[in-house]
C-alpha cells in the first residue's frame, strides 16, 4: 500500500509538468475532454477489479487524466484574467479546490460507508459515483467552456516534442 500510494502521489505531481505542456499545444477544451474521459475510465474501472495490476492500470488512467486538470484550470484562469482580476480569478479557482476537498471526503464516506448488516464497506459505489460525477463534467466542457487563447491557436506555435524537451529543461532546473 506504501508503494501504490508513493509512485501514484509521485506521479501525479510529475505529470502535470508534461500533460500541462501537451495542454497548452493540444488545447485546453481537447485536454479537459481528454482528462475527464480518463478520469471517468479509471473510477469506473476502480469500482470493478480488485486484483493488483488492474487496479495498478486504473489508478494510472486517474493518475493521467488528473494530471492535465490542473495545468489546465490554471492556465485558463491566467489567460481568461488580466492584471486587475488575476488574483480574483485564481482566489475562486482555489476556493473551488478547498470546497471539494472538504465536500468529496464527506460524499465519498457517505457513499463507502459499511452495509449495517455485513459490515463491508461499499468502495465500488464510490467509485461508480465518482465515474458518473467526473462525466457530468462533459457537460460543462460542451456547452459552458470558452477555450483561451492556447498554443496551437497561437501564431508561433512549437512541436510537441519541443514542448516535452522545454519541459524537460524546466524539471533540470531543480
Known amino acids: ?18 500533460s500541462g505542456a501537451i495542454a497548452d499545444r493540444l488545447g485546453f477544451r481537447s485536454s479537459l475532454m481528454l482528462a475527464f474521459g480518463l478520469l471517468a475510465l479509471g473510477y469506473a474501472a476502480l469500482g470493478l477489479v480488485s486484483t493488483f495490476w488492474p487496479v495498478m492500470g486504473a489508478l494510472l488512467l486517474v493518475v ?4 492535465f486538470v490542473k495545468p489546465v484550470i490554471t492556465g485558463t484562469a491566467s489567460r481568461s484574467s488580466n492584471e486587475a482580476n488575476r488574483a480574483r480569478a ?7 479546490v478547498n470546497v471539494g476537498g472538504f465536500v ?5 464516506g457517505i457513499l463507502r460507508a459499511p452495509d449495517p448488516v455485513t459490515g463491508i464497506s461499499k468502495w465500488d459505489r464510490m467509485f461508480t459515483a465518482s465515474a458518473i460525477f467526473i462525466a457530468v463534467n462533459f457537460i460543462w466542457v460542451v456547452f459552458f467552456y470558452k477555450e483561451p487563447t492556447t498554443e496551437s491557436q497561437s501564431a508561433t506555435t512549437r512541436t510537441v516534442g519541443k514542448v516535452l524537451r522545454e519541459a ?5 532546473n531543480v
Do not use: R, T, W
Not at 493521467?64 to 494530471?67: F, K, L, T
Not at 468529496?104 to 465519498?108: A, D, F
Open 1 to 18: 500500500a506504501g508503494f501504490v500510494a508513493g509512485l501514484f502521489g509521485a506521479l501525479i505531481y510529475l505529470f502535470p509538468f508534461f
Open 64 to 67: 493521467i487524466g488528473g494530471s
Open 90 to 96: 485564481f482566489s475562486i479557482f482555489y476556493m473551488m
Open 104 to 108: 468529496g471526503p464527506l460524499v465519498s
Open 168 to 172: 524537460m529543461e524546466v524539471l533540470g
